[in-house]
């Protein structure tokens, strides 16, 4: 048999600490430490654990150049467990499964450490929420009896000169927008949106305003927001939950044509679906519209090859799409929001993604405020709630 090693392996030497009450009956403090070696690849759904030999054999085999087993051989006994969790691919294997997201993974051009990262950083059924709560970090209060201080809100660096004093500008309508943008964490759930808000927003922040075409399949498309390489890999894909003349549903949206089409899945948008996006944050399940910000990284990767900044560039744009969306609702008189505590694997799998290829970065939301402020807002100066109050 002909083998090979997967394309991108990581080999990380974990700690996992138990609580075990015979641990403390025998006299111990209570817990288990086991160590033990995992390899990380991000072709596979879980780490899987590597003994010393196996692991050493793995450092031998080439990921590029097949290798002969023998069958029956010692070597092939070692193979054989690795086999069967994918981190050793065979050139004909029985079952195709792991073989095929190796291939699609070499074809992606991920940069190995980022491939690793974003692999083994989507969460599954977490409860952000809950872990809050149980970690005592829920309020500011809380955090800072849990965690001590943190380092000081704001820098002043060591062994530099005098500060000059910079004018500061007159406030504009710019600067009163800018204000107004604080993080939405109390949407009325009453008041559906109107479609001319939605499609305003949706246009301002993922629409394109132009293109161009540099050959029959190169074109680039021009957006208010900067993207890495002009590639605007991060694709929108909404929970639409309170729209007029749009029923609620699973879309995505296209940005040249500014159209929305259902997504086909088997998913059922509901109060369920929605709370397991968001980590259980009930606040941000409220919103009327919820996006998925949802990176197609082959396209940005197409350039960038196994670059050492892709990943990092691609995150930064959710960074840019969040804040014009923020800015784009708040102009329109919404509230919006990003998280970044979502379960990434539910979202890929209602949104049918190839998750070698695609991915889910962050999840932001937008729609009307609610009247009253439940959960808290951070508005010191009071320019969205004082308002309102008055
Ligand atoms: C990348 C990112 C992730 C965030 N994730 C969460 C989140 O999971 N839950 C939440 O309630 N707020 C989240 N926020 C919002 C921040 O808590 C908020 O920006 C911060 O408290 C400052 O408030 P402001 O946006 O109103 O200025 C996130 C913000 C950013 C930029």
Known sequence: MQVRRCAVLVLEPRETIEFRFESLLQGGDGLVRDLAWYALAPHLDAPVRVDGRAQAWLGSLSPSRWHALEEGSAEAMLAAPLLAAGLVIAQDPADPVHAARDARLRQAHWHPLAAVLHAFSRWDGVDAVRNMKESETETA????????????????????????????????????????????????????????????????????????????????????????????????????????????????????????????????????????????????????????????????????????????????????????????????????????AINEKHLERALGLDTIAEGVLAVCGFGWRAAQMTTTELDPAGVIWQAAAT
């Open 141 to 340: 209060v809380q955090m800072r009896r849990t965690l001590g201080a943190p380092p000081a809100e704001c820098a002043r660096i060591e062994g530099s000169g005098p500060p000059q004093q910079l004018p500061r500008s007159p406030s504009g309508c710019f600067d009163d927008l800018l204000a107004r943008r604080v993080t939405c964490r109390n949407f009325d759930t009453w008041q559906p949106l109107p479609l001319a808000l939605f499609a305003q927003v949706l246009q301002r922040t993922f629409g394109s305003t132009a293109q161009q075409r540099v050959g029959e399949d190169l074109v680039f498309l021009k957006k208010n927001v900067p993207s890495g390489g002009g590639l605007h890999p991060i694709e929108a894909y909404l929970l639409v939950q309170h729209v007029e003349g749009v029923a609620p549903g699973i879309y995505h949206y296209q940005s040249d044509s500014h159209q929305i089409a259902p997504v086909g899945t088997d998913a059922v948008l509901d109060r369920g679906f929605v709370m397991e996006a968001v980590g259980q944050q009930h606040w941000f399940a409220d919103a009327h519209v919820l996006v998925v910000l949802a990176p197609r990284f082959n396209r940005t990767f197409w350039k960038y090859r196994q670059h050492a900044k892709s990943y990092r560039v691609v995150a930064m744009e959710a960074g840019h799409l969040s804040q014009t969306l923020y800015l784009a609702a708040t102009d329109a008189g919404l509230g919006a929001f990003i998280t970044g």
